[in-house]
């Protein structure tokens, strides 16, 4: 219970947030804080939780702001209509990848790189066909009113984005206290094991996958009702497959809230490099790599492994031991 | 309640197990033995759906389940334990007999419970948020007992879960498992530990090179001059009947 | 559609490209079948070797060939330092994490090129960079051909150190065995570093036969990390051989894909293969069952 009370003191205290902030660049890092945490949540339910660390997890969230965009643009449909279903298109694409897989036993790195060849390919469709808007992209036209998913202030988007995150630590909450999460976790530390006591893994799986790549999914309607804008690099390319890992790892893996606090200070971090190194392109992104290795090498179970006890310490799920074998 | 017919299987040419059959009746504590290398686990995995058999079948309750998944074979009331005990290591004892308990407990709480109630069984009531990484080989064993005692089985395989133990911690284990037979839970257990094998067993069936050689009551099979032979080499039998005989 | 002349210089093109890959992925195999690692940091260190070739005859007017015995050693150096004092020391000893470690190492060199180097795509020119040659009516152009036959012989050295030199048999001790190794004396950590150094030093050479023909940018090394891994995985993890078969079947696909469905369909062939051999044969063409 103790966990539910603090996601929504956490749910209350950031939507207290636009009255006190009014400033637009504030209230804009609030609200990409939020959406890195939705986005390390969804890889934390399968990477963290589930212990299959995919290097690909874009392939999600390419989907569903292409499927945002794309019935929007192309169909006319309402956006609010059009959300569930991008989500679910997320799931659907979860279903094939994680049924085609899992089915075929990979495991560790294989998966992660099977992943990867995933997005390469969503990336390669998008980039060929009209449909999608080829290299160009999609654009969704700026039409501000709740009705169209749009918003004219910032508020509503930190609303729409604390909601989407609200139910991400929901579900990962729910992994830590049901049946589900603790086979998925068994399945995590010893997949054997766990068959041999009943638990179907392959089942476990492909649900966990389904409902990272709907949470991811979600992320990318977000992205696209935000931003108006995608195309296939920003959709499928790697930036959004690392941004995914990031904050897990740093925060993190198999934890409730490792990937908000990931977020947190890899947002800060961000500050704090622009303050003292401007604007240049890729200076952020050199001290977040720094920040992979460094963590990897000294704290594998990220910021939260180091509050917890000596005993838990040698235990947890770290970066190192939860990717199975490969 | 278990029957395995004509079980043989290779692997890459070489034969593991060859024509192996056994019964185990309801109730009752069967010992499969036999030297390293004989084929013991790999009948297991046969057995539980861990390895597909080329040939043989086995019937659990009268179900053919030859060829099923191991999740499916242990939901139907069979559950292994693993010779080279894997416990989920980063999580407590508590959480680990839970996930067995999960199989026919659906409530997290109910789990939690029923957990604590099967651990203290096999005597680790102390131990249960000790993180399963930090238990002694002993403790891990009695872990990998409480996990499958958990899945509230009808036939339990136990795979050497003797293997490592001091004869002190082994005398501690012996009554859990009379205890275990006594609440209606059939067993078959590969031993190496001939002690256990002689108080435990009804029944024992000798495995060498794939094949079973000898089958009785533990008294018939210890005297067995092929069951010698095949501990001992070729030609130990005639020699201990000399040397008893001088 | 297919006809032969119009198949001919794509097959042929293909497998100069192919033969350029393979040796890309020599590098990688050689990194895998030993260290047990994926090396994601292979692109960017390709990038990060191309750079160094481009930068070289820029600023000190030397040709991208005879800059071989410069890159060489520097990314063998290069390696060697990263493996020892960065990835070594990150493992503790567990594999499959060191993907995330090259990960973050592949993000750091490829954004600090960003950062230094700006975006803008370069290329060098040469007084061979245009030249063709014409083999059975197809034209090929002569840098091509020059990395076709320095690929081909850097496997060979390659095959040599591993098989008739004590470094070689050293090399494929801890490969096996590392803690046997290490038993009869191997120094276990210097062998993995050599090891690591020895791929990266592929990426010189490669990256000298690249230059001529191709280009450079900060990014240029992702398209190449994918195609690296698909050729390591059809040609099975740690096979020299398997990376050069598949290299040659790589190349000849993208080729001959462009050619059917179009310049941004065409690499979707990889993929597929990518996928398909992950799937149905991990193991590869010639690598050994997991």
């Not at chain 1, 036993?105 to 969503?122: C, D, I, M, P, Q």
């Not at chain 1, 959004?240 to 993190?252: F, H, M, N, R, T």
């Not at chain 2, 069936?205 to 001992?232: F, H, K, M, W």
Request: hydrophobic share 55%.
């Amino acid at each position: 219970m103790r966990g539910l009370i603090g996601i929504f003191a956490f749910a209350a205290a950031v939507a207290a947030a636009p009255f006190f902030v009014s400033s637009g660049y504030a209230l804009n890092a609030i609200i990409m804080t939020l959406y890195a945490a939705l986005l390390g949540q969804a890889w934390n339910i399968l990477g963290g939780f589930g212990g299959q660390f995919s290097f690909g997890h874009a392939v999600f969230f390419g989907t569903g702001a292409y499927a945002m965009g794309v019935l929007q643009v192309k169909f006319g449909w309402n956006a609010w209509a059009a959300a569930p279903v991008a989500a679910a298109c997320g799931a659907a694409v979860g279903a094939f990848i994680g049924g085609v897989s899992f089915r075929y036993g990979l495991r560790g790195s294989y998966f992660a790189l099977v992943t990867l060849a995933f997005a390469e390919v969503f990336r390669i469709l998008a980039n060929t066909f009209e449909f999608t808007g080829a290299g160009v992209g999609l654009m969704i036209k700026l039409n501000e009113s709740a009705a169209n998913f749009q918003f004219a202030t910032k508020a509503g988007y930190l609303y729409l984005i604390l909601t989407l995150v609200v139910v991400a630590q929901l579900a990962t909450w729910w992994l830590k206290h049901s049946r589900y999460g603790a086979w998925l976790q068994a399945v995590r530390d010893n997949e054997e094991s766990a068959a041999a006591l009943g638990v179907n893994a392959f089942r476990v799986k492909l649900a966990a996958i389904m409902i990272s790549g709907a949470l991811m999914a979600a992320g990318g309607v977000f992205y696209i009702q935000y931003l108006h804008y995608i195309d296939p690099h920003i959709a499928y390319g790697p930036g959004v497959s690392v941004e995914a890992l990031l904050a897990p790892i740093v925060g993190g893996i198999g934890t409730v809230w490792g990937p908000v606090i990931g977020a947190v200070v890899l947002h800060v971090l961000g500050e704090g490099t622009r303050g003292l190194m401007g604007d240049a392109p890729g200076v952020n992104l050199v001290v977040y790599g720094l920040v992979l290795i460094l963590m990897v090498m000294f704290l594998p179970r990220g910021i939260i492994g180091v509050f917890q006890t000596r005993a838990a310490r040698n235990a947890t799920p770290t970066a190192r031991t939860g990717a199975g074998r490969a | 309640m278990l029957e395995a017919r004509g079980l043989s299987i290779s692997f890459g040419g070489l034969c593991a197990v060859e024509d192996v059959g056994l019964q185990v009746p309801a109730g009752r504590i069967v010992a499969l033995i036999g030297p390293n290398g004989a084929g013991k686990t790999t009948c297991f995995n046969l057995i539980s759906g861990f390895l597909k058999p080329d040939r043989g079948s086995v019937a659990f309750d009268d179900r053919d389940i030859t060829g099923l998944a191991p999740h499916r074979i242990c939901a139907l009331g069979m559950t292994r334990t693993f010779q080279i005990v894997q416990p989920f290591a980063a999580q407590t004892v508590r959480e680990n007999v839970a996930v067995g308990a999960h199989l026919r407990v659906r409530s997290r709480r109910a789990a939690l419970a029923r957990a604590d109630e099967v651990a203290s069984r096999v005597g680790l009531g102390d131990e249960l948020d000790k993180l399963a990484l930090n238990l002694t080989i002993s403790g891990r064993k009695r872990l990998e007992l409480a996990r499958a005692l958990a899945t509230g089985p009808k036939l339990l395989l136990l795979d050497e879960v003797l293997a490592g133990l001091n004869p002190q911690e082994i005398t501690e284990v012996i009554p859990v498992i009379h205890a275990i037979r006594d609440t209606g839970v059939t067993i078959l257990m590969i031993e190496h530990v001939m002690q256990a094998v002689m108080h435990l067993a009804d029944d024992v069936y000798v495995l060498s090179n794939g094949r079973l050689i000898a089958q009785g009551t533990p008294a018939e099979v210890t005297n067995d001059p092929v069951v010698i032979e095949a501990y001992l080499g070729t030609g130990t039998a005639e020699r201990l009947r000399r040397m008893a005989h001088a | 559609m297919l006809e032969f002349s119009i198949l001919f210089p794509s097959v042929l093109n293909g497998l100069t490209t192919g033969a350029v890959y393979a040796l890309i992925a020599l590098g990688l195999t050689l990194i895998y079948g030993v260290l047990h690692i994926i090396n994601f940091a292979h692109g960017a260190a390709l990038m990060a070797a191309l750079y160094g070739v481009y930068f070289l005859h820029q600023l000190l007017g030397i040709d991208p060939y005879l800059a071989l015995p410069v890159m060489i050693p520097a990314m063998f150096a290069l390696g060697y330092a990263l493996q020892r004092w960065v990835i070594g020391v990150a493992s503790h000893g567990k594999d499959e994490n060191i993907l995330l470690v090259t990960l973050g190492l592949a993000i750091v060199l490829e954004n600090l090129a960003l950062f230094l180097f700006k975006s803008d795509t370069r290329t060098i020119d040469t007084a061979y960079t245009f030249t063709t040659v014409p083999i059975l009516g197809a034209t090929i152009s002569l840098p091509k051909i020059v990395a076709f036959a320095g690929a081909l012989a850097m496997a060979g050295a390659l095959l040599a150190v591993m098989h008739r030199t004590d470094l070689g048999r050293a090399i494929r001790a801890c490969a096996k065995e590392r803690q046997g190794a290490r038993l009869v004396g191997i120094d276990v950590d210097h062998v993995f570093a050599m090891s690591f150094g020895i791929g990266l030093a592929c990426l010189g050479a490669a990256a000298c036969f690249l230059m001529p023909a191709y280009y450079v940018n900060p990014t240029v090394g992702n398209g190449f990390v994918l195609i690296a891994f698909t050729i390591v995985v059809l040609g099975g993890m740690g096979s020299f051989i398997g990376a050069l078969a598949g290299g040659f079947i790589i190349g000849v696909v993208e080729s001959v894909g462009g050619l059917w469905l179009g310049e941004s369909l065409g690499q979707i062939g990889i993929f597929v293969i990518f996928i398909a051999v992950l799937l149905f044969r991990p193991q590869g063409l010639f690598g050994a069952k997991a």
